[in-house]
């Protein structure tokens, strides 16, 4: 098991472990939102609320479990999509095992080009940073999908957090960035005028 994990799955974790926490994240704030019927709702479409149940459908057999006070532990997994798995068995701890946000883009290799007139404003490597963050990522993370040194990052998620356009939240021992909402009224402008070309510089 040591060898397979070296070979196969080290080197991506720092990838997989971004999305699991990003996804732990965002059903956190769900929570303290909504509730559990507002992480129920954007779980998946095969889980509901209702009337303090919560059903999971599955293709195949059936039943049910009372919680009984123990809880329901919620796991995200980059390697059950696209399915979901329950554990109801008695003296077990219930379960549910889903897939995070984005995993289907998960192994995508993809440059994504801020608009013209955020970058014009920004700078291209902040308007670069802002357009990635669609979900809570880390530094390293960052660092590897745009080609700016870790340090870069660091410094330009800094001038952004301290201007309102970022937020920092820790989670483990990583801290996960994410759009704060004035930086999603921008991007969203930019792209509905992504803009004539800004004056050239000499």
């Known amino acids: 098991m040591a060898a397979y994990w070296e070979l196969a799955l080290a080197p991506h974790w720092p990838r997989l472990r971004a999305l699991l926490e990003a996804d732990v994240l965002h059903r956190a704030r769900l929570l303290a939102q909504g509730g559990i019927q507002q ?31 123990r809880g329901l532990l919620l796991i995200p997994s980059a390697f ?13 701890q219930p379960t549910l095992r889903y ?10 290799r993809r440059e994504r080009e801020p608009a013209q007139a955020l ?20 530094t390293a993370e960052l660092a590897r999908r745009t080609g700016i040194t870790a340090g ?10 301290a201007a309102g356009l970022v937020a920092a939240a820790r989670a483990g021992r990583q ?20 803009g004539r070309p800004g004056p ?3």
């Open 39 to 69: 992480l129920s709702t954007d779980l998946d479409p095969r889980v509901s609320w209702s009337g303090g149940r919560l059903s999971v459908e599955h293709r195949y057999g059936g039943g049910g479990r009372r919680l009984g006070g």
């Open 80 to 92: 059950v999509w696209p399915r979901l798995f329950s554990v109801t068995v008695p003296h077990r």
């Open 99 to 108: 897939p995070p946000r984005g995993v289907a883009t998960l192994w995508e």
């Open 119 to 138: 970058a014009a404003v920004l700078g291209r490597s902040r308007a670069r940073l802002l357009t990635e963050l669609d979900a809570p990522a880390a």
């Open 152 to 161: 870069g990052v660091s410094q330009h998620l800094g001038a952004l957090r």
């Open 175 to 194: 801290v996960l960035y994410r759009r704060a909402e004035a930086a999603e009224v921008l991007l969203n402008a930019a792209e509905r005028d992504p």
């Open 200 to 202: 050239a510089s000499c």
